[in-house]
């Protein structure tokens, strides 16, 4: 599927498309001190083993948007860039057997022709020379962002299952749970306690968190 997206430019920014890119990267400086990286690993709330590569502000919202509804998904390549180098900065990848993506449910996939966390996930598979899977099944749901906070937990019950051909795939295996965007970290406990209950551990990596989110971690 990356292929069908690849973008090729030339020396501009691929996230401003004005200035000209800092040398061995995608996008230019300014571009990047915007995107504020944060490479934290720890708890997120109640989630164990998070990997969040930048902090969520204006700046990371829309150019999200830009990759998730205006279907400029080069931007894949930038945001898959910020998430090897948190990984590799806190963990060691040898770790995990797969990289699989939070799905999306095929209503999702037929309006936006493809799963944000599927490229990214694609991507840092190809950087890391780690098998992809993608053995998770999301049924259709309301849509998270827009429900109240409280009603997303409710919403994602029982949505989110194993395709059962991939069990013996991964009974005992530690993965990495690719997502872009967290805010109550509902679907990210659904998916993970669905590879728990097939005896997969996972360790979560994330695009961006929001700020007025509680981080536990000693170092910040």
Do not use: W
């Amino acid at each position: 599927m990356i292929n069908k997206y690849f973008f090729i430019g030339d020396d501009e920014c691929q996230i401003c498309k004005i200035n000209k890119r800092l040398r061995g990267k995608k996008i230019c400086n300014s571009c990047l001190k915007s995107l504020q990286i944060y490479n934290y690993y720890g708890k997120y709330e109640d989630l164990e083993e998070v990997l969040v590569a930048c902090y969520y502000n204006d700046f990371i919202k829309a150019v999200v948007a830009r990759y998730k509804f205006q279907k400029e998904t080069y931007l894949y390549n930038i945001f898959s860039d910020l998430m090897y180098d948190c990984l590799i900065q806190n963990i060691d990848p040898s770790l995990f057997t797969y990289i699989i993506p939070i799905p999306c449910s095929k209503k999702t996939l037929r309006e936006r022709g493809f799963n944000c966390a599927g490229l990214l996930a694609e991507a840092l598979a190809a950087k890391l020379n780690i098998p992809y899977l993608n053995p998770l099944i999301k049924d259709h749901t309301l849509e998270q962002n827009k429900i109240e906070l409280r009603e997303r937990t409710k919403n994602l019950k029982g949505k989110i299952r194993l395709n059962k051909s991939f069990s013996e795939d991964l009974r005992g295996k530690r993965v990495l749970l690719v997502d872009d965007i967290i805010t109550t970290g509902s679907t990210l406990k659904e998916a993970e306690k669905v590879l728990n209950e097939n005896s997969a551990s996972a360790i979560k990596i994330l695009l961006a968190s929001p700020s007025y989110h509680t981080i536990t971690n000693s170092e910040v």
